[in-house]
């Protein structure tokens, strides 16, 4: 008999969902929308392992590298890609690896078998698979698992290979879909809550922030110079003009121009 996964089952609620209304449809999806966070309330335990293992990574000099394919693995790209212009941090600090870029995931971890130093790599590997049976997210967890120092799983199903395979499983059971296996739905709004805070948490532990400040933020455009504007007349009481010059006499680093 063929297996039926969670991300498969099909909601009760949505039957007959050919028969409704828009306004029917969208509240019964808002009603399955506001059940997630409170199913990623109940995997934070897990979160928070894996928060302070990237933490000890990224201390050691290491990286987290996000693997997934299709929905999953594309906001693994859109969390890795956020890192460096709120972060301010390098491009390959956190990198997302979809499926179709097997080369980037074999230079990634296999290549680190044949670095002179002893031991495991200090990089966090990230398997994301709502269903939690994607091969090429096992199959990088696999290859990863002799050299990297964690390895972490992120999924909607506790009976899946990925679970088995990561060091922290971190399992969000948000229930079936609106629409049967569309797990772009609920099962993707979990996954970028739990992504939003691996790397937001890590980065506020790793010194990236000021209170609730993105002092190391890279002030691109005039969006975001007025955002460092801003920072610099909270933090010190300054004025606009004298924000101003003081981000432009340090090439707009806000955490220079912060200091005394």
């Known amino acids: 008999m063929t297996e039926r996964r969670p991300t498969e089952s099909r909601n009760p609620k949505a039957r007959g969902l050919e028969s409704f209304t828009t306004r029917q449809i969208l509240e019964l999806m808002n009603d399955e929308d506001a059940t997630v966070a409170a199913a990623v309330r109940a995997a934070l335990p897990a979160i928070e392992t894996a928060v302070d293992a990237i933490v000890d990574a990224i201390a050691s000099g290491g990286h987290v590298l996000y693997v997934g394919a299709g929905t999953s693995g594309r906001l693994g790209v859109l969390d890795a890609s956020e890192a460096p212009p709120t972060f301010g941090v390098d491009a390959d600090l956190f990198v997302g690896i979809i499926a179709g870029g097997d080369t980037a995931l074999r230079s990634s971890i296999e290549g680190a078998e044949d670095e002179d130093r002893a031991g495991r790599r200090d990089d966090v590997i990230v398997g994301i698979s ?37 060091n922290i499983p971190i399992v969000v059971d948000v229930g079936p879909e609106v629409l049967a296996g569309s797990s772009r739905l609920k099962a993707g709004t979990a996954t970028k809550l739990v992504l939003n805070m691996l790397s937001t948490a890590a980065m506020i532990r790793s010194g990236r922030t000021r209170g609730d400040l993105m002092i190391d933020l890279r002030p691109t ?37 912060l200091e005394p």
């Open 130 to 166: 709502a269903s939690g049976r994607a091969p090429y997210v096992i199959g990088g967890l696999e290859a990863g698992e002799n050299v990297a120092s964690a390895t972490v799983g992120i999924t909607c199903n506790a009976d899946s290979p990925l679970v088995r395979a990561a």
């Open 221 to 257: 455009n005039a969006k975001l110079r007025e955002r460092a504007i801003r920072m610099v007349q909270d933090e010190t009481g300054v004025g606009e003009d004298e924000a101003r010059a003081r981000l432009e006499g340090t090439g707009w680093n806000v955490r220079k121009a």
